[in-house]
């Protein structure tokens, strides 16, 4: 049954506000007045002003115990040893050069990468082991074709002649002949996209017959392709953005169904959008990965290319703050003040900022209280969300997920079961409620 155009929230840019209106295939138009000019970036050669754009990223963590590489790539003080690791990335922009980030942010040791190459994936698909023949490139760093990544150090690759498609997927395949010293490891859990390990050098194998799946990527941290006229667009957040509730190699997140909307359009075809989140992660306080405020630097202001910043993050630092008026009050006014800071750093570097409310957890058996202190701190920071004129605009997820007859509670064809992660069509009304006019440049 079709239901009536509602307000889904107020964007507001400059100094206009505007209305979105959103039906129940998502955003039916702007009112008032017509969608605001933008100033054009800089324009120039593809490569030709050294700049390049961030297509592709994965947040660095430590490696919980339960998420190492499984037996027998998991030894004592010793991981990967003379092991192949397939991954396969889905990128958002292409082009006909691109260059790899490996990470060993959290490592406790050096990281020796003996060889690595990239590919197209069988059949152009995630998470699969085979890679198309004669598709195959070997990655090199500064002429090398090993490297050793220091402790806490990361390593971009030299240029590789390839040609990407914008939104397909990538094969990158690493070998390391001595493995890892250590048991910690940086790696990003949340996948929801099927990684290959098998021991030997099998670099540039099409197949990799008797495999290991896992569901994790490992020290692959990120993907880049020449500026031409591009930029990207950042998304920090916790495990609504990285994805729990999508399918596994489907790549059904709310960043992927928006990167595809973006793509629909001549004007935004060139925007990349690249997911810096992780499940369980918080603002104030570190838990699954380093807080937001902590790894802002890291995660936004050093991406290549970044132009944008969507904050969709905050409800586990409500959750997890203890069900007291006074506990509550604090987290909400600690929230609102990280809010603050996240938009001076990102503006100080040139980058527009976007801020989403943060949508239901009614009847979640963690998070929701009886007394309702919890719902009231998330109130309290919509309503500041929604208000304060922070953010250069307001993405209303809050009401593009909720139920409209139980507000408190997220839509129930939205609800994974849990009652806080959204299921693919829950991520795709999130996706529509982001006017795809806010990444004109």
Do not use: C
Not at 284 to 306: F, H, I, K, M, T
């Amino acid at each position: 049954m079709s239901r009536r155009p509602s307000v889904l929230g107020l964007i507001a840019v400059g100094a206009v506000t505007v209305a979105v209106v959103a039906t129940s295939s998502g955003i039916a138009g702007l009112v008032p007045g017509s969608e605001p000019e933008t100033a054009a970036a800089g324009r120039g050669p593809a490569g030709a002003d050294g700049r390049w754009v961030t297509s592709w990223t994965s947040m660095p963590q430590l490696t919980e115990p339960h998420n190492m590489p499984p037996a027998p790539f998991t030894q004592e003080n010793l991981v990967l040893a003379d092991s192949t690791l397939r991954q396969t990335v889905r990128v958002s922009v292409g082009g006909q050069h691109m260059r790899i980030r490996l990470s060993n942010a959290f490592g406790g040791a050096p990281l020796p990468i003996t060889s690595a190459s990239v590919a197209l994936p069988a059949g152009g698909q995630a998470g699969v082991s085979e890679i198309e023949p004669g598709t195959s490139r070997p990655v090199t760093f500064s002429g090398r074709s090993s490297v050793v990544i220091p402790v806490g150090a990361q390593m971009v690759s030299d240029p590789i002649s390839f040609s990407l498609a914008a939104r397909s997927n990538l094969t990158v395949t690493l070998y390391l002949a001595e493995g890892q010293a250590s048991n910690n490891v940086t790696s990003h859990p949340g996948s929801r996209t099927t990684s290959h390990l098998l021991a030997g050098n099998h670099v540039a194998d099409a197949t990799l017959p008797g495999a290991t799946p896992t569901d994790h990527w490992y020290f692959l941290s990120g993907l880049e392709v020449p500026a031409r006229t591009g930029a990207t667009a950042v998304m920090l957040g916790d495990s609504l953005t990285d994805g729990r509730g999508s399918t596994t190699n489907g790549n059904d997140r709310w960043p992927d169904q928006l990167l595809g909307r973006l793509h629909a359009s001549r004007v935004t075809a060139n925007v990349a959008v690249v997911n810096q989140a992780a499940g369980g992660n918080r603002v104030l306080n570190d838990g699954l990965g380093p807080n937001a405020l902590a790894r802002l630097d890291r995660d936004v202001l050093a991406q290549s290319g970044a132009r944008w910043l969507i904050v969709f993050e905050g409800v586990n630092d409500i959750g997890t703050a203890e069900a007291t008026e006074a506990a509550q009050k604090a987290v909400a006014e600690d929230l609102i003040t990280a809010y603050d800071q996240i938009v001076t750093r990102a503006h100080a570097q040139g980058i527009t900022v976007y801020g989403a409310t943060l949508t239901p957890f009614g009847g979640n058996t963690g998070y929701d209280d009886a007394a309702g202190t919890r719902e009231g701190a998330r109130q309290t920071v919509n309503h500041w969300i929604r208000t304060s004129g922070r953010f250069d605009a307001v993405l209303d997820f809050d009401r593009a997920a909720r139920d409209p007859a139980n507000p408190r509670q997220l839509l129930p064809a939205f609800d994974t079961g849990d009652h806080l992660h959204l299921n693919p069509t829950g991520y795709r009304a999130l996706a529509n409620a982001v006017p795809g006019w806010l990444f004109r440049h």
